[in-house]
């Protein structure tokens, strides 16, 4: 900067010289503000200072402080004497000269003062949404010649207002292109995500240094309750720590904008009752100030947006207009991913079901091709992905003398007047390698909008066990009938005999009547195992919790066993514990368990030994049941327990029996809380370990 001459008679005119040439370059506020104060000091050699107001509001005034041959000082007065001295020297907006003792003490006004003061206010109109703020320039203990050309004064004063606009505009201009620029990214962000926590963590930096504020956050309306429901991960790491902070229906400030559908700007929370303290009281999180502003999507609110304590001054319109420009955007960002989860939310769920679904389950597109199957399929076929996905259904779905595309057909043309009218279905044999299993093919058709066939869903059911169990039940109800008819026909040969009358000998009359109750007893016996069959398979069966003494009940079954197998030679050894504990149960379906076990191994023991022992250990009763018997097949393990399941080994030795017992010793364990398993060597025995929980006192 250039050294000044000072000359006591140099005019306010020329002073007007001197600032237009050193300043008529300086775009920026602070550099102009600052220079006016300095280079009026330095050429008047007296003190001056330049003030201008908060450009969104009146909360602080910035000051730059000038004397002779010293570096200029800034200051930011925010204290209530201070703002009210700066606001009592403009209250007129009028040039004015004023004496010491007419400004009030104990400011920097008062006391950079001597004699006078030149009071310049500095003020002109709104410029669109252009806002300038108000300043004032004050000159203390001006020589009398600047003094005395007040009206030069005046126009000193327009030509520094015009230098003050322009830095001022410039200044907003650029702010305004970062804040488009800003505003933009944040836009292209919004759009370039479909997840809310990316969203989130996108926006959140950016808007809060775009407003100058410490804290950002999001509620969204619980669409069920209606409650709103601040996002933890948008405010900050202290509310990662604390209960998700939710506000009831038109609770709070964000309660009150929500129900308004209209933003509130609020500078001092504290005194506005509409403020709830409860978030700061968990938090720890000190509220001052706030924006806050409505999400609006469709019309319709879907949440709120706050920005929180605004680092220097006071929230104004222009922050307000800034949140409402990215709130739009984020509305439909929110909506868009919130339909984007909910359509990925039902994708997996749709594909879990058609994955965990047992039967076979596969899609046909207009060309026939399969374009989707889940592994139940895969299994049934015993194929392979790239086998099934993409190839035509005719080369994966060979039917034995049925077409598929001809039920494909039937399918698409299907279209249901009656809601509980049943879909095509068809039964049917499908090529499984080298051999054929029967299934069952369920159809539906998947239409668009204007009802084009989209593609085809079928379903698969495996018939191979409900066709095993109807070839098992066959064979149930032939080995019934056979297993009747023989002591039917017995007892009915017995009595015809006894009522012809001619048979005198009285021990052949007694050997026929006994006969008669022999055969009437295994009747009775067949009729009882198959009622207890269906009383155990029943959805009402209820288990009794009285004590079973299980001692007693081996006490009943053991001398009977031990005769039968006595009669075959074969030797039956026990090893029972004396004081087994009491269970909980029905007493007669533990007794058939037990008599079942014990009486198979008898049955199908030829010769050799029967191992019986029980024992208690921990918090289980031991029941182990081996023989020396005919076995079962290794194959045939894995049906031992089915309704209706006989070995064929025991069907070739002409063993008789209906093949339900053992599925209803399974069904008996296990409705007592118990457990057994079995296994068996073909030719060389089988043992069935049997578990009852103990009750605990």
Not at 352 to 377: K, R, V, Y
Request: glycine fraction near 6%; include cysteine.
């Amino acid at each position: 900067m250039a050294t000044v001459a000072i000359d006591m008679n140099t005019s306010a005119f020329d002073l007007w010289v001197y600032l237009s040439q050193n300043l008529s370059g300086t775009l920026d506020t602070h550099g102009v503000c600052g220079g006016i104060s300095q280079h009026i000091s330095d050429f008047t050699n007296c003190k001056s200072m330049t003030a201008l107001n908060e450009i969104n509001g009146n909360s602080y005034f910035d000051a730059w402080l000038s004397a002779p041959n010293q570096k200029t000082s800034q200051h930011r007065w925010t204290s209530e004497d201070d703002l009210e001295v700066i606001h009592n020297l403009l209250e007129d907006y009028d040039i004015k000269i004023i004496q010491k003792h007419e400004i009030e003490p104990n400011n920097a006004i008062y006391d950079m003062v001597e004699e006078t003061l030149l009071v310049v206010p500095l003020q002109w109109p709104k410029h669109g949404n252009m806002i300038i703020p108000q300043g004032i320039l004050v000159v203390a203990d001006a020589h009398e010649t600047l003094l005395a050309d007040l009206d030069m004064v005046s126009d000193l004063a327009t030509m520094l207002t015009t230098l003050i606009e322009r830095a001022v505009l410039s200044f907003q201009r650029d702010r305004q292109a970062i804040e488009f620029a800003i505003t933009s990214d944040i836009s292209q962000r919004l759009n370039s995500s479909l997840q809310l926590q990316d969203i989130f963590a996108q926006i959140s930096d950016n808007i809060k240094r775009m407003l100058d504020v410490e804290s950002l956050s999001l509620g969204l309306i619980n669409q069920n309750n209606g409650r709103i429901e601040f996002i933890p991960q948008l405010m900050g790491t202290i509310f990662l720590e604390i209960p998700r902070i939710e506000l009831e229906p038109g609770t709070g400030i964000a309660g009150w904008v929500a129900d308004h559908r209209q933003p509130a700007i609020i500078n001092d929370v504290y005194n506005d009752p509409r403020f709830s303290k409860n978030s700061d009281k968990t938090s720890g999180f000190h509220t001052r100030s706030m924006i806050c502003v409505p999400l609006l999507q469709e019309g319709k609110v879907i949440g709120v947006m706050q920005a929180i304590n605004k680092r220097n001054g006071d929230f104004g319109n222009h922050d307000k207009a800034l949140l409402e420009a990215i709130s739009g955007p984020l509305s439909a960002a929110i909506v868009n991913a919130n339909l984007h989860e909910n359509v990925v939310s039902e994708k997996r769920r749709i594909e879990a079901m058609f994955q965990s679904m047992s039967e076979g389950l596969l899609t046909i597109g207009p060309d026939h091709s399969i374009t989707q199957a889940n592994d139940s399929l895969m299994t049934l076929l015993t194929l392979r992905n790239d086998q099934v996905i993409g190839n035509n259904v005719t080369e994966v779905m060979r039917l034995k003398d049925q077409d598929i595309l001809l039920f494909m057909a039937e399918v698409s043309t299907y279209r249901p007047t009656d809601k509980l009218a049943d879909y095509p279905q068809l039964l049917c044999d499908v090529q499984v390698g080298n051999v054929y299993k029967p299934v069952m093919i369920s159809g539906a058709p998947v239409r668009e909008d204007d009802g084009a066939l989209n593609e085809i869903v079928l379903v698969i059911s495996d018939l191979t066990d409900i066709r095993e169990v109807e070839r098992m039940r066959d064979n149930f109800f032939h080995t019934i009938i056979h297993e009747l008819r023989t002591p039917l026909a017995t007892i009915l040969l017995y009595a015809r005999m006894l009522l012809k009358g001619n048979l005198n000998d009285e021990e052949k009359t007694h050997r026929f009547l006994k006969n008669i109750e022999t055969e009437s007893d295994r009747l009775q016996a067949m009729v009882r195992q198959m009622l207890q069959h269906a009383k155990l398979e029943s959805s009402e069966f209820k288990r009794s919790e009285l004590p079973v003494n299980l001692n007693g009940v081996f006490d009943e079954i053991m001398p009977a066993m031990r005769d039968r197998a006595r009669e075959k030679g074969v030797t039956v050894v026990d090893e029972i514990q004396e004081d087994l504990p009491e269970i909980l149960g029905d007493r007669e379906t533990i007794y058939m368990i037990i008599k079942n076990l014990i009486d198979n191994a008898v049955k199908y023991t030829l010769e050799g030994k029967i191992q019986v022992n029980a024992k208690a250990k921990r918090t289980k009763v031991h029941i182990e049941i081996a023989d020396d018997g005919i076995g079962i097949p290794e194959q045939a393990m894995p049906q031992l327990f089915g309704r209706f399941f006989r070995a064929k080994t025991a069907v070739e030795k002409g063993i008789a029996g209906t093949g339900l017992g053992l599925n209803m010793v399974k069904e008996g364990v296990e409705k007592h809380g118990g457990k057994i398993q079995a296994k068996s060597v073909e030719g060389k025995g089988t043992t069935f370990f049997v578990e009852f929980p103990i009750p605990s006192d």
